[in-house]
């Protein structure tokens, strides 16, 4: 069973740092695509990043150049290291992979980053 646990979320200031790291269980890691999503209150998800078994990424353009996505196989985590926050990057950031053709998602965590 794939499990994807998030973590790192917490009250930010604008303009402030975060790292939210993902931890993966139960796939064989470094063969899969990973993604960041994020649900802001009131609105649909959106996908923020992904990044591909051999590293390669992409990025919403809300939030290029800011964030950045990368991976560590050694310990099946992948991080979203968010750079210049600002008040609407306020939301559940969630983790986000496919296997066997079956989606997993992580269960969320909350940034909230204040003006």
């Known amino acids: 069973q794939v499990q994807l646990v998030e973590s790192g979320g917490v009250l930010v200031q604008a303009g402030g740092s975060l790292r939210l790291p993902c931890a993966a269980s139960?796939?064989?890691?470094?063969?899969?695509?990973m993604h960041w999503y994020r649900q802001a209150p009131g609105k649909q998800r959106e996908f923020v990043a992904l990044?591909?078994?051999?590293?390669?990424?992409n990025y919403a353009d809300s939030v290029e150049g800011r964030f950045t996505i990368s991976r560590n196989n050694a310990n099946n985590t992948v991080y979203l290291q968010m750079n210049s926050l600002r008040p609407e990057d306020t939301a559940v950031y969630y983790c986000y992979t496919l296997v066997s053709l079956m989606n997993y998602w992580g269960k969320g965590t909350l940034v909230t980053v204040s003006s």
């Open positions: 139960g796939t064989l890691f470094s063969t899969n695509f």
């Open positions: 990044i591909s078994s051999s590293g390669k990424t």
